[in-house]
């Protein structure tokens, strides 16, 4: 049973519709990429995914005991959050927040899933580190390991290498895509198409409607694919 299914879904800000004819799923281990010109509606179906927003028309369902409050997010960084005065490992930490419910601490499960994501993510060596005087590649391998905290079966990422360098962008892939094959499932806003078919499994590009849904090898041979591979369009995030 897939993980998410868009069944004719469309979704709606003050009654404008925004991004509309989503059919598409999302099973166990895939790597989406969702991709399209500014304006076309990713984020907003991003914050649909994620219970912020609800279908105008159709659905979102999730299965496989999959809740949107159990998806792990990475959302696009503000400079409010690059200047977070805590610890490396007080941020990873704080990822399993929501499971901690009422209990006033973390519990010694809490604090050995966030040393594990710290050493698979290859941070735990800048554990006592602030926060605030990382890099930026360093920040982004932390916001990840506090999403790999809050779940560990999906992550929803939004435009997770925006403002890095070429090098720090590359490793930073690679890392996701190891994730991926690790089979974590995987659902990323991406302004970089060719960094998208050649990481991801599956590509979904938005037109205020769903252009096209399908693998990444199938999406090179379209017209649309073709066009944003060339460059011929602006494939900003929104």
């Known amino acids: 049973m897939p993980l998410i299914t868009c069944s004719n ?28 010109e500014n304006g076309s509606g990713k984020t907003t179906l991003m914050n649909g ?5 609800s279908p105008k028309s159709g659905s ?53 899933v966030a040393l594990a994501n710290m050493e698979r993510l290859g941070i735990s060596s800048i554990a006592r580190k ?5 890099s930026g590649g360093q920040q982004q391998r932390v916001l990840l390991g506090r999403a790999l905290c809050a779940a560990s079966e999906a992550l929803l990422l939004d435009e997770p290498v925006a403002g890095l360098d070429p090098l720090v962008t590359s490793e930073l892939y690679r890392t996701i895509k190891e994730l991926s ?3 974590i499932t995987i659902v990323m806003i991406s302004h970089d198409i060719h960094a998208a078919v050649e990481y991801a499994s599956t590509i979904l ?34």
């Open 60 to 112: 979102i369902t999730f299965g496989d005991g999959l809740k949107s409050t159990s998806i792990g997010y990475l959302p696009q960084q503000t400079p409010a959050q690059k200047d977070f005065p805590a610890s490396v490992h007080e941020v990873v930490l704080s990822g399993r927040l929501s499971r901690r419910g009422l209990r006033p601490f973390y519990s010694a499960e809490d604090k050995r």
């Open 205 to 238: 590009h938005l037109q205020n409607h769903q252009l096209f849904f399908g693998s990444a090898l199938d999406y090179r041979g379209t017209d649309a694919g073709r066009l944003f591979l060339r460059g011929g369009a602006s494939d900003a995030a929104v």
């Open 130 to 134: 602030s926060f605030r005087e990382l």
């Open 9 to 36: 879904a469309s979704f709606a800000y003050d009654g404008r519709t925004v991004v509309a004819g989503l059919d598409f799923t999302v099973n166990k281990g895939d790597y989406l990429c969702i991709v399209g």
């Open 181 to 183: 094959l690790d089979g």
């Open 49 to 53: 995914i994620l219970g912020l927003i």
